[in-house]
């Protein structure tokens, strides 16, 4: 009996425990996109209270401006009378404590963000990430916190969270697990299934052409290849969220779930369901590599400030190139299929001329204030396809050297066991696992690739593989300015002028629009236009810059109509065949289809 009260007594302070912070939303008008926030912080005896919203959400390296939404803040004390406060930046309320109380908060928030994946409410459902909702205090983030949802009766919520007492209540350990484990509720589709003891739950909103049992199958099939890369699952619980929508795209990954979003009418065709399979598996690896481990330029999370990593070509990079690693060894994807994916990296790689200027680890710094556009493809390049190649070339660098007996795998095995959040890794610690695992040191290589533009030659790395990349023997030369157009009406806008290209020697610029080539007037598309003539001869290019018409000469370059493409060797050695298999997992193609003969 005394064992049993003792147990019921510690029950119940462990539940108290979890009420420190108390969140509680509750969406009354789904159709105006409007949710109203209450949060109860435990008693103090400071002279203020600071309380924030996230200015950037996790897995987007960006500054979001999510405080925009918020009005009607009032502060309040564990007695209900009204507290001073005042706003003292963009994103933090300062409330006044004239002596120890309870800060209790409300607020109303404007969500109709659904491309940013931070907050979205509309008369069908609700995703919440608690940066776009929920207020925290560095004086509680590493308080246990509730969430309550009041929402319509027929919607249901799920949650990487556990529920604490009811189906819209759920429970964290802190803020920082709140804010890496968002909600999606409303009207929407829940299937749920079990791989190797661990749980997994598969939420669709919106109706599209997909294929649930078909995305079922394969999400089974993906969830048990953790074990290729590491030794254990940091998770027992896992939640694949799916938006089937419009005007929305892209994913985010989460401590305990994903977020993915797509075209409703963006999964049916294979290539199209290999967008979105990858899609998944590029944010289940991200569940190791991120948020079981991650750079020290951001652990903690500062969620009001950006956060600075040159490393970030390994968080995103590496995950990019592992994801497909995974579909093949499953069985998801087909070699072939894997093939076009570094087709397309390959080539995307070769035609971006930042790749000479900007170094991964320049590019990483840099991701938060990157933006895009022709000066970035001219100047710079980016943390997911660069981080990919250079984790593709230090791999077969490895496995070659080691006889396929060590792999880039192993470096983030070693990562995650000897780096574990809360604890960063650096650049040094990379290499020291580097000369762990091989007695060699890779500063030299990490000079040269990582903080200097990388030269990567792709005919010396496939070839290692069994592999080539070459031009399609039925291409045709075409002539070229070096340089993208839209379609503007009567003109051609130039969106894209490679830089060194001979649109580029010839003063073109972006916003140019071509009127005339040697006099004749444009077509619908650049390539169109410019079928009657030859690489090496030189033509007079008629446009208009500021609303005023312009002539310049151009000698135009060589380009193909057919890309390189990346395709097996058939005559490749033994030795090159191994290092595949140990590489990818699979049996070289060559092989493959002479057993299918």
């Known amino acids: 009996m005394k064992k049993l009260l003792a147990l019921s007594i510690l029950a119940a302070c462990s539940t108290s425990a979890f009420a420190d912070v108390n969140y509680a939303l509750s969406i009354s008008q789904p159709e105006h996109h409007l949710g109203n926030v209450s ?43 009204a507290l001073k406060w005042e706003k003292i930046d963009h994103s933090t309320w300062r409330v006044h404590l004239n002596q120890p109380t309870e800060v209790n908060l409300d607020y109303q928030v404007y969500a109709n963000e659904l491309g940013k994946r931070a907050r979205h409410i509309d008369d069908s459902h609700a995703f919440i990430d608690a940066s776009g909702f929920f207020m925290f205090s560095e004086s509680f983030r590493q308080e246990p916190v509730t969430v309550n949802l009041d929402v319509p009766k027929k919607w249901r919520s799920v949650s990487g969270m556990d529920n604490l007492k009811g189906k819209n209540t759920f429970q964290a350990a802190d803020y920082d697990v709140l804010v890496d484990s968002p909600i999606e509720t409303g009207i929407n589709q829940l299937h749920t299934f079990e791989v190797d003891g661990r749980e997994y739950d598969l939420v669709v909103w919106g109706n599209g052409n997909y294929d649930i049992d078909l995305m079922l199958s394969d999400l089974k099939k993906l969830v048990a290849t953790g074990n290729v890369i590491w030794d254990s699952y940091p998770y027992e ?59 020290k330029g951001l652990v903690p999370y500062d969620y009001t400030n ?61 991701k938060w204030i990157n933006q895009g556009g022709d000066h970035a493809r001219n100047y710079g390049t980016n943390i997911y396809s660069e981080g990919s190649l250079l984790s593709m070339a230090l791999d077969i660098d490895l496995l070659e050297k080691s006889q396929g007996k060590i792999s880039y795998r192993d470096v983030h095995k070693a990562l995650y066991n000897a780096h574990k959040m809360p604890e960063g890794f650096t650049e040094q610690d990379v290499l020291t696992i580097l000369n762990d695992l091989t007695g060699r040191d890779y500063s030299t290589w990490w000079k040269e690739n990582i903080d200097a533009p990388a030269n990567l030659n792709f005919d010396e790395l496939l070839d290692k593989v069994g592999l080539k990349l070459e031009r399609p023997e039925k291409a045709k030369a075409l002539a070229s300015i070096d340089a993208l157009a839209k379609s503007s009406g009567e003109l051609l806008t ?3 002028v490679r830089r060194g290209g001979s649109a580029w020697k010839a003063g073109l610029t972006t916003a140019d629009k071509i009127v005339a080539i040697n006099k004749h007037q444009v077509g619908k598309d650049l390539k169109t236009s410019l079928e009657m003539f030859n690489a090496g001869d030189k033509v007079t290019i008629d446009y208009i810059r500021r609303d005023e018409l312009a002539t310049t000469s151009i000698v135009l370059s060589e380009d193909f109509d057919k890309p390189k ?33």
């Open 565 to 597: 493409k990346v395709v097996s060797n058939k005559d490749a050695t033994l030795e090159q065949k191994a290092l595949f298999k140990a590489w990818i997992g699979v049996e070289h193609p060559a092989d493959v289809k002479k057993d299918e003969k």
């Open 39 to 81: 949060v109860e912080f435990p008693k103090t005896a400071q002279a203020h209270i600071d309380v924030k919203l996230p200015a950037w959400r996790t897995g987007r390296y960006e500054i979001l401006n999510l405080a925009n939404g918020v009005r009607y803040f009032h502060a309040k004390d564990e007695n209900g009378k």
């Open 237 to 295: 619980r896992y939640v694949f969220m799916v938006h089937a929508t419009s005007g929305a795209g892209g994913a985010t990954e989460h401590l305990n779930s994903t977020i993915i979003q797509r075209p409703r009418d963006r999964f049916a065709k294979r290539e199209d369901y290999l967008g979105f399979i990858s899609t998944a598996a590029h944010e289940f690896i991200h569940t190791w590599n991120v948020k079981a481990y991650r750079p």
């Open 306 to 366: 950006m956060n600075y990593s040159k490393l970030l070509w390994i968080a995103e990079g590496s995950t990019s190139y592992f994801e497909d690693h995974l579909l093949v060894r499953s069985g998801i994807e087909t070699t072939d299929e894997f093939f076009k994916v570094m087709t397309k990296t390959i080539n995307r790689h070769l035609q971006t001329p930042g790749r000479e200027v900007q170094s991964a680890s320049e590019t990483s710094f840099d």
């Open 494 to 496: 130039l969106s894209h």
